[in-house]
Each structure stands twice: as structure tokens, then as C-alpha cells.
């Protein structure tokens, strides 16, 4: 089965300094990996998604996320971090077994940019 | 162009009792998608549908969830006798279509607060 895991429940971080967000995966196959976030009350917005090729995957808002597939990691960074980046972020990855796409999510890491 | 939207945005009712949730898909996107995001379970699939095929409802937690998609397009979850622990934000999602090529983009609407008192 497929799952992903956000060790972190919450990063914390000052304006301007950079962040990192950490996801790790289990998969079978190939991955397909993808970063969303969610603003209070509002829904899902997809920030950027790993299929293939490069491994620097350069998203929405700044965002950028690393593939490593030795260590099955698809973290989530960005150079300089700013106060409108608090949010809970979610990784995802594709789950294929019932022959069409769905997503499964990590639990989520709420990032907290402070002034 | 118009994103996923879902009504309502807030929905309070008592326990045992039936409720709707809406979602109006993207419009020209076949593939559409009930999750559910509560505390203790986090983003859990619900059920899936392309086009006009019969869905998916492997997801569903307990036979009283349905749902149905008319004209492949707007969705309706519904949840008879609800209980407390159905207390949760419901998230709806489109995408192009559902296959397994390239993984198309799922696009989330805000979502419906459904609190089970």
C-alpha cells in the first residue's frame, strides 16, 4: 500500500529564513508525489507535483521540492520564508491500486512563519 | 474560469439525522472526488467518480454514505443518521480525468464543516 509520512506536526520558522517541510514515501512502482496547501478555511490548492524527470521540482508561491529516491524523501523548501506562508501543507501520493488515480496524504505539517 | 465549489460551507445538525453536501465539479473535468479531512483520521479518500460510470465506493466508511453524480457533472454526498464521529470537513476535487497517464492535477473546492451535535 501506499503511504506517506510528515514527521513533523508543526515547523516553525522566521520571516526571510529559509524552510524546509519533510515528507517520506512508500510506494510500489514509480512515485508520483505531489505538495498541497491548505489556508484556514479554505480548500486544498496544489503548490507542485513530482512524475518525472528533474529532481528539483519548482512549484507555486516561491515553492520548490526535492526528489530523492534513495532516501524516499520529497521535501518541500523554500529560500525565504514569509509570515503569509503559515499554513498546513500536505504531501500526497498518487495511489494507483483501484486502477484510477486517488491521492493519499501525509497528516499534514502546519508551518508557522513568524514575523 | 470557475474552481470547485461546494455548498454548504457550514452545515450543523443533530445526531440521526440526514444531510446533503453539494459539489459543483470544474466544468469539462470527467473525473471527480469525495475526501473527508477529520482530526483523528486526516485526508481520507471517500469515493470516485468518471463521467457517468458508476462510482467507486470502496472509501465509504459505513453503508449510510451515498453518493450520486448527475449528468457527470454536479455530485451530492449523503449521509443518513448521522453520527458524531461524521463531524468532519468534507472536501470535494476534480480532475481532466481519473486514469493512471501523468496523474492529472485534482482540484479542491473549500469544502463543507459538517458538525454532528
Known amino acids: 500500500a501506499q503511504s506517506v509520512a510528515q514527521p513533523e506536526d508543526q515547523v516553525n520558522v522566521a520571516e526571510g529564513n529559509p524552510l524546509t517541510v519533510k515528507c517520506t514515501y512508500s510506494?510500489?512502482?514509480?512515485?508520483?508525489l505531489f505538495w498541497y496547501v491548505q489556508y484556514p478555511n479554505r480548500g486544498l490548492q496544489f503548490l507542485l507535483k513530482?512524475?518525472?524527470?528533474?529532481?528539483l521540482v519548482k512549484g507555486s508561491y516561491g515553492f520548490e521540492a526535492e526528489f530523492n529516491k534513495s532516501q524516499t524523501s520529497f521535501h518541500l523548501k523554500k529560500p525565504s520564508a514569509l509570515v503569509s506562508d503559515s499554513a498546513l501543507y500536505f504531501c500526497?501520493?498518487?495511489?494507483?491500486?483501484?486502477?484510477?488515480?486517488?491521492?493519499?496524504f501525509g497528516k499534514g505539517t502546519m508551518l508557522l512563519v513568524s514575523p | 474560469g470557475a474552481g470547485v465549489s461546494q455548498s454548504p460551507s457550514n452545515k450543523v445538525t443533530e445526531k440521526g439525522k440526514d444531510v446533503e453536501l453539494r459539489c459543483d465539479p470544474i466544468?469539462?473535468?470527467?473525473?471527480l472526488y469525495w475526501y473527508r479531512q477529520s482530526l483523528g483520521q486526516g485526508l481520507e479518500f471517500l469515493i470516485y467518480?468518471?463521467?457517468?460510470?458508476?462510482?467507486?465506493k470502496s472509501g465509504l466508511p459505513s453503508d449510510r454514505f451515498s453518493a450520486e453524480r448527475t449528468g457527470g457533472s454536479v455530485s451530492t454526498l449523503t449521509i443518513q443518521r448521522t453520527q458524531q464521529e461524521d463531524s468532519a470537513v468534507y472536501l470535494c476535487?476534480?480532475?481532466?480525468?481519473?486514469?493512471?497517464?501523468?496523474?492529472?492535477?485534482?482540484?479542491f473546492g473549500p469544502g463543507t464543516r459538517l458538525t454532528v451535535t
Open positions: 467518480f468518471q463521467g457517468n460510470s458508476a462510482p467507486d
Open positions: 476535487a476534480s480532475s481532466l480525468y481519473g486514469g493512471l497517464t501523468d496523474s492529472p492535477d485534482q482540484y
Open positions: 500526497a501520493v498518487r495511489d494507483g491500486q483501484r486502477g484510477y488515480s486517488t491521492l493519499t
Open positions: 513530482y512524475i518525472t524527470g528533474d529532481n
Open positions: 466544468s469539462g473535468h470527467t473525473a
Open positions: 510506494v510500489s512502482g514509480n512515485p508520483y
